[in-house]
């Protein structure tokens, strides 16, 4: 498995790699709130930020979970953003009506978006493949679910998988898992699967490593707020960046706490690409727009009116912009030598002005 991509992954009109912009998802999630309308709305506001994709999670209260208020079923950890909720409750709340996918995904259509869902069971898989997705997304949760990553690798679509818990043993028995079903396009996303997630252990070092190990494209599913641990994802590589995505915070939701707005997503976009455009390659040296700039570095000049036969001192010859002089390297070397010509203030510095012959040289 060990290498590097050598070649790119193509999903709908878009590639994704190394010598492509990053891949942004906007992730919608259960920020429609239970309004279709509102659905509508996230996917022009993504549209209109620059994503690439929108992303969906296809499931029902039933097909994720029991209808139990106790036990293992109720989320009681105080610092959840979802305390005090059954796991059915939040689904529930959470959950994109099946009906409501074609109309989003025929507006991602009509507005340039490409589209995605995460299915969390085969009658999910099945139900996308009817929508022609053109890419499918398993959850960090869903990393270890081995028939259900088959099933969707079967389909012979491109696969990102979100890597969030996973052990290095485990992504080894999902990886081969996917890759011997029959999925040859595969992308794995650095996750951290707290909600919010700490910039302090989002561990962005392991994605060049996921690389090389896999031998596969990586990207970052953030958690964390904000656009900085993407970017700083991208810096190490990251061809594919998911963040949820909400038209406002304020209006709440399942994930809205730790989801981008409008004007940060669009921010996350431009950047994104910046970042991504900075990479280039290792170099030294000149580049094309630093040519201009040679002329302003220091060189040895003259700087007061020299005769013939004067001695150069730290006082005539001097380390100054422009930089049509010697370079300030042969300074000392000049420094007492003579002057076989006379020479005005401001004349750049050139060993035909010296006097060797009388130097000694």
Request: proline fraction near 6%.
């Given at each position: 498995?060990?290498?590097?991509?050598?070649?790119?992954?193509?999903?709908?009109?878009?590639?994704?790699?190394?010598?492509?912009?990053?891949?942004?998802?906007?992730?919608?999630?259960?920020?429609?709130?239970?309004?279709?309308?509102?659905?509508?709305?996230?996917?022009?506001?993504?549209?209109?930020?620059?994503?690439?994709?929108?992303?969906l999670q296809t499931y029902t209260p039933d097909t994720m979970t029991l209808d139990l208020d106790?036990?293992?079923?109720?989320?009681?950890?105080?610092?959840?953003?979802?305390?005090?909720?059954?796991?059915?409750?939040?689904?529930?709340?959470?959950?994109?009506?099946?009906?409501?996918?074609?109309?989003?995904?025929?507006?991602?259509?009509?507005?340039?978006?490409?589209?995605?869902?995460?299915?969390?069971?085969?009658?999910?898989?099945?139900?996308?493949?009817?929508?022609?997705?053109?890419?499918?997304?398993?959850?960090?949760?869903?990393?270890?679910?081995?028939?259900?990553?088959?099933?969707?690798?079967?389909?012979?679509?491109?696969?990102?998988?979100?890597?969030?818990?996973?052990?290095?043993?485990?992504?080894?028995?999902?990886?081969?898992?996917?890759?011997?079903?029959?999925?040859?396009?595969?992308?794995?996303?650095?996750?951290?699967?707290?909600?919010?997630?700490?910039?302090?252990?989002?561990?962005?070092?392991?994605?060049?490593?996921?690389?090389?190990?896999?031998?596969?494209?990586?990207?970052?599913?953030?958690?964390?707020?904000?656009?900085?641990?993407?970017?700083?994802?991208?810096?190490?590589?990251?061809?594919?960046?998911?963040?949820?995505?909400?038209?406002?915070?304020?209006?709440?939701?399942?994930?809205?706490?730790?989801?981008?707005?409008?004007?940060?997503?669009?921010?996350?976009?431009?950047?994104?690409?910046?970042?991504?455009?900075?990479?280039?390659?290792?170099?030294?040296?000149?580049?094309?727009?630093?040519?201009?700039?040679?002329?302003?570095?220091?060189?040895?000049?003259?700087?007061?009116?020299?005769?013939?036969?004067?001695?150069?001192?730290?006082?005539?010859?001097?380390?100054?912009?422009?930089?049509?002089?010697?370079?300030?390297?042969?300074?000392?070397?000049?420094?007492?030598?003579?002057?076989?010509?006379?020479?005005?203030?401001?004349?750049?510095?050139?060993?035909?002005?010296?006097?060797?012959?009388?130097?000694?040289?």
């Amino acid at each position: 498995m060990a290498g590097i991509p050598t070649k790119p992954i193509e999903i709908g009109n878009r590639e994704i790699g190394a010598a492509f912009p990053p891949f942004v998802i906007a992730e919608m999630s259960g920020n429609h709130n239970q309004s279709l309308e509102q659905a509508i709305k996230i996917v022009d506001a993504a549209s209109d930020a620059g994503a690439d994709a929108l992303k969906l999670q296809t499931y029902t209260p039933d097909t994720m979970t029991l209808d139990l208020d106790e036990g293992d079923f109720f989320i009681a950890n105080p610092k959840s953003l979802w305390k005090g909720k059954s796991l059915y409750q939040l689904y529930r709340e959470a959950h994109t009506p099946w009906e409501w996918h074609k109309p989003i995904f025929d507006r991602c259509r009509e507005r340039g978006l490409l589209y995605v869902s995460t299915p969390f069971d085969a009658s999910a898989v099945d139900f996308l493949c009817e929508l022609e997705v053109p890419f499918f997304k398993i959850a960090s949760f869903e990393n270890t679910d081995l028939p259900l990553i088959r099933r969707v690798a079967a389909t012979g679509k491109p696969l990102v998988i979100s890597c969030g818990m996973a052990t290095l043993a485990e992504l080894e028995e999902t990886v081969g898992a996917a890759r011997t079903a029959g999925c040859d396009d595969l992308i794995l996303l650095k996750c951290t699967s707290s909600y919010p997630a700490s910039p302090e252990y989002s561990n962005l070092r392991t994605i060049p490593h996921l690389r090389e190990l896999f031998h596969t494209e990586v990207g970052l599913s953030d958690h964390t707020l904000g656009i900085g641990v993407s970017l700083a994802a991208i810096a190490l590589g990251a061809a594919v960046i998911e963040k949820h995505f909400t038209l406002d915070r304020s209006q709440g939701g399942v994930d809205s706490a730790f989801s981008l707005d409008p004007h940060e997503l669009k921010a996350l976009v431009q950047e994104a690409k910046r970042v991504w455009q900075s990479l280039g390659e290792v170099h030294y040296g000149l580049t094309t727009e630093e040519t201009a700039s040679r002329a302003f570095r220091r060189t040895i000049y003259v700087t007061e009116n020299v005769k013939t036969g004067d001695s150069f001192t730290a006082k005539n010859l001097r380390c100054i912009r422009p930089g049509s002089g010697l370079p300030p390297k042969h300074y000392e070397s000049l420094l007492g030598k003579k002057a076989n010509c006379d020479l005005r203030r401001g004349t750049p510095m050139r060993l035909e002005f010296v006097d060797f012959r009388e130097s000694g040289i």
